[in-house]
């Protein structure tokens, strides 16, 4: 892939037919003419610097405050191609973290490529560090702010970690309708050296994909390779259930792509191992499976909040189990009768969780969903998930419930346990133990 730089005349001259931020409120839009399939990275290998920052990047406050902030600057000892790289250093006691940023216009409904050659040493996370050791793409809209800061970035490459020798870190992602600008940025915020050379960042043209709508799903499929017969109905008919039990108003459509196969999957996405890819920010499923119950529950209830990973697992395989065709009462009945589920206040974080193992815990938070919905109201529960976002925490976490539910989270835990000590399938529903199924293990 060649590298093309920006000149500065360039960017000054989409003043002329883009709304980049300063350069006046037109009211009909006109999109910048971005090239595809070249670098648009400006000095993407360090080699030109304007005293002690590299020509075209920006150095921006990232997170924290404090007088001890992270170290960053040129290389000359480090380089992939040139002279020189650029490091972002974090030490155990770093309090403020800094970021290379470099800012470009971008097409709606196009992909994007980003990449660069990357060298750690000694990387690690101590206590209170994030661990974003990578580079990173945010989307902005016209005015030049995100379009959703829900997350650190909108798509990011793997992180690092340890020592390692330069290696290319590469990621795909696709730009949201409403994006006009991407930012790529270098990020440590870790303890240790990351070293920085030959970044990418690409446009590219969007595959020819054939579109159906239903009410809240745009389906799409490339030419020759069509959903199998009934299988966009079957899907479309699960979601508007699950859009119709929660009632809900999507502020976002939901896309769904199908790829003909794993290895036409793998040749679009450059991977050599097939994994579906879930977009939240887009709202979008890239799958070969023709139908989904497990993955496209979190698009769908990606507008509630983000509570407690127990709240969100649980309200997933809630809303699975009909379909599945799972009790979930007997479920938690058969653990807890083996005593193998903890106190709910002990489980709310994902690690914690996992500690325990996910096929006990997703199901017992499902239950305690499902009684609680059932005795209290699906309203009363979607205050609760909504208001519980972004707590992790026992403490918190039981003042927003005792606010809505008048009692302690512990003291509901409980009278949910006795619920399902007792509880007795309907006879003749069909619905049987876990031990008793097969294929319901859940993971």
């Known amino acids: 892939m060649r590298r093309q730089s920006c000149s500065v005349v360039a960017i000054l001259a989409l003043c002329a037919i883009s709304v980049y931020p300063g350069c006046g409120d037109r009211k009909d839009e006109v999109l910048p003419d971005v090239q595809t399939g070249v670098n648009l ?27 001890n902030i992270n170290m960053f600057g040129r290389s000359t000892k480090e380089s992939v191609t040139g002279r020189f790289s650029y490091y972002l250093r974090g ?6 973290w800094m970021v290379l940023t470099q800012r470009h216009p971008v097409i709606p409904g196009y992909r994007l490529d980003f990449a660069a050659q990357i060298k750690s040493v000694n990387i690690k996370r101590n206590r209170d560090q994030e661990d974003n050791a990578n580079i990173y793409v945010r ?5 030049g702010n995100r379009l959703s800061d829900r997350y650190y970035a909108d798509s990011y490459t793997h992180h690092r970690l340890g020592t390692s020798d330069w290696r290319r870190n590469w990621k795909r992602t696709d730009i ?6 991407v930012e790529i940025g270098l990020i440590n915020q870790m303890t240790g050296y990351l070293y920085f050379d030959d970044v990418e960042l690409v446009v590219t043209e969007p595959l020819p994909w054939k579109k159906k709508k239903t009410d809240h799903v745009d389906f799409y499929y490339l030419e020759g390779h069509p959903f199998p017969e009934g299988s966009i109905e079957r899907e479309a008919q699960l979601i508007d259930g699950y859009v119709r039990k929660l009632d809900l108003k999507l502020e976002q459509r939901i896309s769904y ?28 499923l890239h799958t070969v499976s023709p139908f989904e119950n497990q993955m496209i529950i979190p698009l769908v209830i990606f507008d509630m909040g983000t509570p407690p990973f127990g709240l969100a697992e649980g ?12 009790d979930l009462h007997m479920m938690a009945k058969e653990y807890l009768i083996a005593k193998r589920i903890p106190a709910l206040y002990k489980v709310l974080t994902r690690k914690a969780m996992q500690d325990v193992k996910f096929s006990i815990t997703v199901p017992a938070w499902a239950s305690f969903i499902t009684y609680i919905i059932d005795r209290y109201g699906m309203e ?3 205050k ?3 208001e519980s976002s972004e707590i992790e925490e026992a403490g918190p976490f039981n003042d927003v419930f005792k606010e809505l539910y008048q009692k302690d989270f512990p003291v509901v835990d409980r009278e949910w346990r006795l619920f399902v000590l007792r509880y007795q399938p309907e006879a003749g529903d069909g619905t049987e133990a876990p031990a008793e199924r097969e294929g319901n293990t859940v993971e």
């Open 41 to 67: 990275v400006v000095n993407p290998s360090f080699e030109e610097w304007d005293r002690s920052q590299p020509v075209g990047w920006k150095l921006k406050h990232f997170s924290g405050e404090g007088e």
């Open 91 to 96: 030490l155990f006691n770093t309090e403020k």
């Open 139 to 143: 989307f902005l809209d016209r005015d």
């Open 176 to 181: 949201p309708k409403d994006a006009r600008f």
């Open 257 to 284: 792509y199908y790829y003909p196969s794993e290895e036409r999957f793998n040749e679009i996405y450059n991977t050599k191992k097939y994994k579906q890819v879930v977009s939240y920010k887009m709202r979008a």
């Open 315 to 326: 309200l997933t395989l809630t809303l699975r189990a009909p379909h599945d065709g799972l």
């Open 380 to 382: 009363m529960f979607k």
């Open 384 to 386: 609760l998930y909504s």
